[in-house]
């Protein structure tokens, strides 16, 4: 058992048996609703809460944790005796990996003989919480820290979400689209399909009615997977938690035979407020063992 602590930011949208079962400690995000209440993600204010506004038509925005917020939750470890890994949202969509690296490098002063490692996940929500399990499970299993932290960009590259969104209002509005712009339309019941890739929204392409884009999401990562299901995990995630999770693994066992091997996702806050309350899909990563 290697000697150092797994942190993420609240983006990686964690289950809570993920977090017991790997020891994770979740630096939250803040949410403010209609221009009000500065709350802590997760802690303050529910998953539930948030794209229940959203529905209702009310605006919602994430901040990233302050840099005192990295310093609060890092000192008692340090204290301990503990080196830290820190995985962070992607910096081509937040800056909390700089304000990671900021409290790092303030506590390195007064800890010179510790080591803190915050990278950039180069995923979000789903798709960073899976390459966050994998370090975690590195930890567990004696990877030295340096190595683990090295890893992080080669598991990333290995890593995807594919989803779709009943509209890319949400996205156009938070100035998340990216490439994705190629995918709007005015057509009635046209769903765009698309994937995170390093940390960019990318169009897939855009499909009639509801069925036939949860086929198309599932074809996509049979594709991604490459007939090599059993070195990947592979989970369901929505913002609509269990009923989006079973609804799209039905359609991706009936569509693929494949299952999925880790636990679903219920997309948060930071990342649910630009794709909006409907986005469901699914995403991989490709087992560390596999890349080493």
């Keep these: 058992m290697q000697n150092y602590k797994i942190f993420t930011d609240s983006s990686a949208d964690l289950s809570e048996n993920l977090i017991k079962k790997y020891d994770i400690s979740v630096i939250p995000y803040y949410v403010t609703i209609d221009g009000k209440n500065y709350l802590k993600e997760g802690i303050d204010i529910s998953k539930e809460e948030i794209f229940d506004a959203q529905r209702s038509g009310i605006l919602t925005k994430t901040s990233l944790p302050a840099i005192d917020d990295y310093i609060s939750a890092f000192r008692p470890e340090l204290e301990a005796g503990n080196d830290i890994l820190c995985y962070c949202l992607s910096q081509k969509l937040s800056g909390s990996v700089q304000s990671g690296t900021n409290a790092a490098n303030m506590l390195l002063e007064e800890f010179p003989d510790r080591r803190i490692f915050v990278v950039d996940?180069?995923?979000?929500?789903?798709?960073?919480?899976?390459?966050?399990?994998?370090?975690?499970?590195?930890?567990?299993?004696?990877?030295?820290?340096?190595?683990?932290?090295?890893?992080?960009?080669?598991?990333?590259?290995?890593?995807?979400?594919?989803?779709?969104?009943?509209?890319?209002?949400?996205?156009?509005?938070?100035?998340?689209?990216?490439?994705?712009?190629?995918?709007?339309?005015?057509?009635?019941?046209?769903?765009?399909?698309?994937?995170?890739?390093?940390?960019?929204?990318?169009?897939?392409?855009?499909?009639?009615?509801?069925?036939?884009?949860?086929?198309?999401?599932?074809?996509?990562?049979?594709?991604?997977?490459?007939?090599?299901?059993?070195?990947?995990?592979?989970?369901?995630?929505?913002?609509n938690g269990e009923e989006g999770w079973e609804e799209m693994g039905a359609v991706l066992e009936k569509v693929t035979g494949l299952k999925p091997n880790f636990d679903s996702i219920t997309v948060g806050a930071t990342i649910g407020t630009h794709t909006g309350p409907t986005a469901i899909g699914v995403a991989a990563v490709k087992k560390y063992e596999y890349l080493l």
């Design 121 to 239: 996940s180069r995923q979000a929500t789903s798709g960073q919480a899976l390459v966050v399990a994998e370090g975690a499970r590195m930890c567990q299993n004696g990877i030295d820290l340096a190595k683990a932290a090295e890893m992080t960009d080669t598991l990333a590259e290995n890593s995807t979400i594919k989803f779709m969104v009943d509209d890319l209002k949400h996205l156009q509005k938070g100035g998340r689209i990216g490439k994705a712009a190629a995918l709007i339309g005015t057509i009635l019941n046209i769903k765009p399909i698309l994937s995170l890739t390093d940390a960019e929204v990318m169009p897939v392409t855009k499909v009639r009615g509801r069925k036939k884009a949860l086929d198309t999401i599932c074809k996509e990562m049979e594709a991604f997977i490459g007939g090599e299901p059993d070195k990947y995990w592979l989970l369901t995630t929505s913002c």
